[in-house]
């Protein structure tokens, strides 16, 4: 098996570098990695990197209407057994969902279509990431004839929704799941039968060597921090600038930078003017890899106030260019942030640990900063390697689950998995 196709919702985007490091990782182990999203971006891309993987990558619904609906007239004529399993599936799905019934038929027709470009393309297996409208359509047009597929969860969209997103059903028609976190694994089992775990493993993000080989820069005197991510509000950027007005009594001098841009960015600059904090906060809108890097690099620290991630990216870009985080006790953060040893963890929604740990961060000496910041890059690197966690992507890929279904073209069963876990031959 050597050619996969990535199947996903919007690509590329300012927020998935790493699925670009992961997909040149497959690349480099001699996959031949085929790009399907469902749509642009709809903005201009800083990143050289991300324009280029742009012109890489084929976009489903600019097929348009006419190709669209031949697709899934065609698939019904010559498929029609699988047609009307891909429809019941689709009718299940979309009377439980929020986005409706029509949303799931038009799934339907543009997994029609993808089905029809995989064929033609030779692919034998389709990885998506997220487990929102591109896995639905993965799984739709597995249900057709298509390639097995496989899907990596993120969170914390999915655990939002689970029973409208059909969550559990999109893990027992998958060769196998892959997990950001041991923490996102926690929560598909809470949602996936019992026989489905043993197909459910941990492949985290990863970092390549611009980041993992980087020279370590000393963290600076000057009180900076910076703060990189989407402007919305699960990212708690509100509550910083909170933060920020009270840590004015503290640090008098600080700055504070916040990397990105969203829908939140008009309420933030507003409350930063309600607030006199025009001097020392500022908002820099999307920036490249480079520019984001040099950001970092020129703060003490990264401060990432979330009410609910995944596990950002930015942390362990933050950890491996040797800066320690100041982050919010929640998902896979844990994971990486070491409380007292790489930086700072807090509840997330409370103001006054923030300010604490914001303080302390800027007033520390810089040699204690850059000892947190060499033992964060040291976990960083164990855990985050994109190179070592393709091959372990690449062994799930090899293994024998999806082999057999790509063999037979049948969607895992509930029963096959539950005599692989009795046989222990799903695990590594």
Known sequence: MKVIAYVLPTYPMPSQTFIRREIAAMEERGWTV?????????????????????????????????????????????????????LAAAVRMGRRSGKGLFRHLVYLVEACHLRRRLARGRVDHVHVHFGTNAATVAMLCRLLGGPP??????????????????LGEKVR???????????TRSQLLRWTAAGDWPRIHVVRCGLDEVFLGAPGVPAPDRPRLVSVGRLAEQKGQLLLIEAAARLRER??????????????????????ARL?????????????????????????????????????????????????????????????????????????????????AMAEALTADPRELDAMGRAGAARASAQHDAAAEAAKLAALLAGPDADLHARHGQPARPEASLQGAAAGRFFR
Request: glycine residues 10%.
């Open 251 to 272: 640090v008098p001098d600080f700055e504070l930078v916040l990397v990105g841009d969203g829908s939140l960015r008009d309420e933030l600059e507003a409350t930063i």
């Open 149 to 166: 597929y496989s899907v990596t969860i993120h969170g914390p969209e999915e655990f939002d929704a689970p029973g409208p997103l059909a």
């Open 34 to 86: 085929r790009r399907f999203a469902m749509r642009r971006f709809g903005r201009e891309l800083a990143e050289a990197a991300d324009r280029a993987e742009e012109g890489r990558t084929e976009y489903v619904l600019e097929a348009g209407a006419p190709a669209l609906g031949w697709a899934a007239v065609s698939e019904a004529l010559t498929r029609p057994r699988r047609m009307a399993r891909g």
């Open 173 to 183: 028609h998958a060769a196998f799941v892959a997990a950001i976190s041991h923490f």
């Open 276 to 356: 006199g904090l025009g001097d020392r906060v500022r908002i820099t809108g999307f920036l490249d890899n480079r520019a984001v890097r040099r950001e970092l690099e020129a703060a003490r620290a990264l401060v990432l106030p979330s009410f609910a991630e995944g596990l950002p990216v930015v942390i362990m870009e933050s950890l491996a260019l040797g800066r320690p985080v100041i982050a919010t006790y929640i998902a896979g953060v844990p994971e990486l942030v070491e409380p007292g040893k790489s930086g700072w963890l807090v509840p997330a929604g409370a103001v006054e640990p923030l300010v604490e």
